[in-house]
């Protein structure tokens, strides 16, 4: 149970009265961004947070300087240690700010929030593990393959990612992995005249004497 807030009324609790210092500190960060005109560089921020039932009404929103709103999110996180969505946003605090040139990640409270985040990782169990997902509808399919087919990627993002991938190989477990969940998958004639009817006409990279190679040992040990 922790200390709830309530428009900048907070409801105490007094089995967490250690808690009552980053509320105090956030009420008072939260009434002085009310109570003046900034003329500086300000980001905005909601006072009840969104993912806690927060609204976009001016009514919960203040201007914060960089510095503030890194503060802001460091005293959310204190108030509440098991909501992984205010741990996540907070992280978020910690990217570097190209706009004002505010380097976060020199900041000692950046090594503190990586370990926090690693911690909720680990103990978070996503809310769809272990259910079986209903089958997708025909319309649902077709609006996925449409916004799918909308979604272009510029040239030089393609160069960045080929450039990422470049070098890069999987390991002998992987590619276990992969090899034993594509067994005993069977494609209909329909599904392989799509994917025909998709890759036809595409260029497509020279194997490699490796790869070559590898698809002919095959098919010699299919053969025997």
């Known amino acids: 149970m922790y200390v709830f807030i309530t428009g900048l009324t907070y409801v105490r609790n007094d089995s967490i009265l250690r808690n009552m210092d980053y509320v105090k500190h956030y009420n008072l960060l939260m009434e002085r961004a009310r109570n003046r005109k900034a003329i500086c560089y300000v980001e905005r921020h909601h006072i009840i947070p969104r993912c806690m039932g927060g609204s976009d009404d001016p009514s919960n929103l203040v201007e914060l300087t ?42 000692k409270l950046y090594g503190w929030l990586k370990r926090r985040v690693s911690v909720a990782r680990r103990s978070h169990v996503p809310w769809n593990k272990g259910k079986k997902m209903p089958p997708r509808s025909e319309e649902t399919r077709s609006k996925l393959s449409l916004a799918g087919k909308k979604r272009t990627q510029t040239e030089e993002t393609k160069r960045k990612i080929a450039a990422a991938r470049t070098g890069k190989k999987h390991t002998e477990d992987t590619r276990a992995r992969l090899s034993a969940a594509k067994l005993g998958i069977t494609r209909s004639q329909e599904t392989k005249d799509k994917i025909s009817l998709a890759t036809r006409g595409k260029l497509r990279k020279p194997l490699s004497e490796q790869t070559k190679a590898k698809i002919s040992a095959t098919k010699r040990k299919g053969g025997t």
């Open 66 to 107: 960089a510095e503030e709103h890194y503060v802001a999110h460091q005293l959310l996180v204190k108030m509440y240690p098991n909501n992984h969505l205010i741990l996540y946003a907070a992280r978020m605090m910690t990217i570097d700010n190209k706009v004002t040139g505010v380097s976060r990640t020199k900041n």
